[in-house]
């Protein structure tokens, strides 16, 4: 079975957003590293590794379904940021934008009655959901602590317990 034109370029285009999302977190992982936020770095860069399997899911589908992936340019992310906190709230932004996609993925798929793919589409539903609760989790904690020195250290200490 093949993919309608539709499907197969809204999933072309997620698995490019995926691999822009892997590149964004690695952009912070560097960013947080040059700041001396190790722990923080290593949870970015687990993101990203977690963002690239996430691209490389939905090309295998595209293959399983008789497709070829067309890859596109990835944009440069952002490389500055202020704060902790406006990392993360770009993160949370990042990821809303994420969820946004693949509810429109879910969409289409289901308007081109490829059940297949509005099935394959559950796990990625549910992941958002668990992806913008574990952020805005985060960016609550964040606003918690405001400036405090010692708790940012905590916080980046606990970060960094992340298993990728």
Request: glycine share 4%.
């Given at each position: ?31 947080f590293d040059s700041t001396g936020y190790s722990g923080f770095a290593k949870w970015m ?106 708790s940012m250290y905590l916080l980046d200490r606990d970060l960094g317990k992340r298993v990728?």
């Amino acid at each position: 079975m093949t993919l309608s034109e539709k499907v197969f370029k809204v999933l072309c285009d997620q698995v490019n957003a995926e691999l822009y999302s892997s590149y964004i977190y690695l952009s912070m992982s560097s960013w947080f590293d040059s700041t001396g936020y190790s722990g923080f770095a290593k949870w970015m860069r687990a993101q990203a590794d977690e963002e690239r399997e996430h691209a490389m899911k939905i090309y295998d589908y595209i293959l399983e379904r008789n497709g070829r992936v067309i890859l596109a340019a990835i944009p440069a992310p952002k490389s500055e940021w202020s704060s902790v906190k406006e990392v993360f709230a770009d993160t949370l932004a990042h990821e809303q934008k994420v969820s946004a996609m693949i509810n429109n993925i879910a969409d289409v798929s289901f308007s081109e009655k490829d059940y297949a793919t509005v099935e394959f589409m559950n796990w990625f539903l549910k992941e958002q959901v668990e992806e913008e609760a574990s952020v805005g989790a985060i960016v609550d904690k964040i606003e918690m602590i405001g400036e405090s020195k010692n708790s940012m250290y905590l916080l980046d200490r606990d970060l960094g317990k992340r298993v990728g």
